[in-house]
């Protein structure tokens, strides 16, 4: 069974750095063919992709984010994190951790089959 867990401080000031990172159990963040993904959920409003980063290393982050926006993993600790800077109070969100298949995975689908439960980042100084 594969366990996700986001962790990172819940209040961040404006214009700094966001900072979170997902711990995964029960499967290799190297295992072909699967990605590794960030996903956010403002109040009241619909979920949003933030970025992923495949099981090779690869990333690849959503247009409007991608200026300030860096995934990165640890293969040692089996883990991912995801840096978001110059916040705003419009980054507000809840803050998952998902796996799904890598985009060039032949029976790929854009779903996603395991989520950390989350985590509350407010940004407000």
């Known amino acids: 069974q594969v366990h996700l867990q986001e962790s990172g401080p819940g209040l961040v000031k404006p214009s700094q750095t966001l900072s979170l990172t997902c711990a995964v159990s029960g499967d290799s963040i190297t295992t072909k063919y699967y990605a590794w993904n960030w996903i956010r959920q403002p109040p009241g409003k619909g979920l949003e992709w933030v970025g992923v980063?495949?099981?090779?290393?690869?990333?690849y982050y959503s247009p409007s984010l991608k200026s300030r926006t860096s995934i990165s993993r640890d293969t040692s600790k089996n883990q991912f994190s995801l840096q978001l800077s110059s916040v705003t109070p419009e980054d507000t969100a809840k803050y998952y951790c998902?796996?799904?298949?890598?985009?060039?995975?032949?029976?790929?689908?854009?779903?996603?089959?395991?989520w950390g439960q989350g985590t509350q980042v407010t940004v407000s100084s």
């Open positions: 998902a796996r799904g298949r890598d985009i060039n995975y032949s029976n790929y689908n854009g779903e996603f089959d395991y």
């Open positions: 980063i495949a099981y090779d290393g690869t990333t």
